[in-house]
């Protein structure tokens, strides 16, 4: 019986030991979140005239860069002539005749 007293002491020795581990961990815990979260920011709040001055300049940069855009790309668009893209089809045909014999000797 004295044996097994010494090995309920010990237990309950390992019980608070654990015990305190966890509250350390916890707190741990506690201080990271905190750092997370931080302190909650006030929002600033706009005047109607302060919104509307900011949504005039935002459309006038739109208006600068749709516009400068457009006198850049009005060039006429490029078309093929019935020549070249009879060329490109055969070339692209030859490609996937090149595939299909490489899938057909791998399969059979």
């Known amino acids: 019986m004295a044996n097994l007293s010494g090995v309920v002491q010990q237990l309950k020795k390992e019980r608070d030991r654990a015990q305190e581990e966890v509250k350390g961990l916890k707190a741990a815990l506690a201080a990271l979140a905190g750092l997370k979260a931080g302190?909650?920011?006030?929002?600033r709040t706009l005047s109607a005239a302060a919104r509307r001055r900011i949504s005039l300049?935002?459309?006038?940069?739109?208006?600068?860069?749709?516009?400068?855009?457009?006198?850049?790309?009005?060039?006429p668009k490029r078309t093929l002539s019935?020549?070249?893209?009879?060329k490109i089809a055969a070339a692209q045909r030859?490609?996937?005749?090149?595939?299909k014999a490489k899938q057909q000797k791998k399969a059979g």
């Open 94 to 99: 030859l490609r996937w005749a090149k595939v």
């Open 82 to 86: 019935a020549a070249a893209r009879r």
């Open 39 to 43: 302190p909650a920011r006030k929002r």
């Open 57 to 75: 300049a935002q459309k006038a940069r739109w208006a600068r860069r749709t516009l400068g855009t457009e006198a850049a790309t009005a060039r």
